[in-house]
Antibody, heavy 122, light 112 residues
Framework: QITLKESGPTQVKPTQTLTLTCTFS??????????VGWIRQPPGKALEWLAL???????RYSPSLKNRLTITKDTSKNQVVLTMTNMDPVDTGTYYC??????????????WGQGTLVTVSS | EIVMDQSPLSLPVTPGEPASISCRSS???????????LDWYLQKPGQSPQLLIN???NRAFGVPDRFSGSGSGTNFTLKISSVEAEDVGVYYC?????????FGQGTKLEIK
């Protein structure tokens, strides 16, 4: 059974740095073609892709947020960490991590965490 | 970056009736291998998104066969042959052809 769970602060102040951890089980980030991504969702709004790290440590970022994001993996701990600097109230939302794997000849986000709500407020 | 555009944004449906959602991409999602890198996800109320369909037409494990995906290039469709109450939620298309991956605005399906 594959599970992912996001953890981190529920509230941060503007200009602070947010650090979120995705702890997963049931798969390994050392397996070829596997990745873990981060996707967020402002309240009542659509999903927004943020970042993705692959098994080979290839890292991809949203261009609009690239200067603020860092994604890292710790394969031995089965964790992926996302940091986002200079937080703003518009960054308020639910942050999801998701397992990316091979699906029927392509890749897909087959498993998602429950999400963690982060509020940015002074 | 590839921009995804869904329609309609709201879809009221009577149980037992069919439903259809359109998704268009700003660039072709068709690769030389013949695959279209288009996924459909459903976010039920209060839940995380779940994979419905990948590569435009392949249903994920456990997804009922009333769900079907079609299309190629820049135009894609998700169809539900006979809507059930449990199908309510927001449907998103997502392109996985290139990063940054990108989602449509979402289509909220509700029961009349």
């Amino acid at each position: 059974q594959i599970t992912l769970k996001e953890s981190g602060p529920t509230q941060v102040k503007p200009t602070q740095t947010l650090t979120l951890t995705c702890t997963f089980s049931g798969f390994s980030l050392s397996t070829s073609a596997v990745g873990v991504g981060w996707i967020r969702q402002p309240p009542g709004k659509a999903l927004e892709w943020l970042a993705l790290v692959y098994w080979d440590d290839d890292k991809r970022y949203s261009p609009s947020l690239k200067n603020r994001l860092t994604i890292t993996k710790d394969t031995s701990k089965n964790q992926v960490v996302l940091t986002m600097t200079n937080m703003d109230p518009v960054d308020t939302g639910t942050y999801y991590c998701a397992h990316r794997r091979l699906c029927s000849g392509g890749s897909c986000y087959s498993d998602w965490g429950q999400g963690t709500l982060v509020t940015v407020s002074s | 970056e590839i921009v995804m555009d869904q329609s309609p944004l709201s879809l009221p449906v009577t149980p037992g009736e069919p439903a259809s959602i359109s998704c268009r991409s700003s660039q072709s999602l068709l690769e030389s291998n013949g695959h279209n890198y288009l996924d459909w996800y459903l976010q039920k109320p209060g839940q995380s998104p779940q994979l419905l369909i990948n590569l435009a037409s392949n249903r994920a494990f456990g997804v009922p066969d009333r769900f079907s995906g079609s299309g190629s290039g820049t135009n894609f469709t998700l169809k539900i042959s006979s809507v059930e109450a449990e199908d309510v939620g927001v449907y998103y298309c997502m392109q996985g052809q290139q990063t940054p991956h990108s989602f449509g605005q979402g289509t909220k399906l509700e029961i009349k």
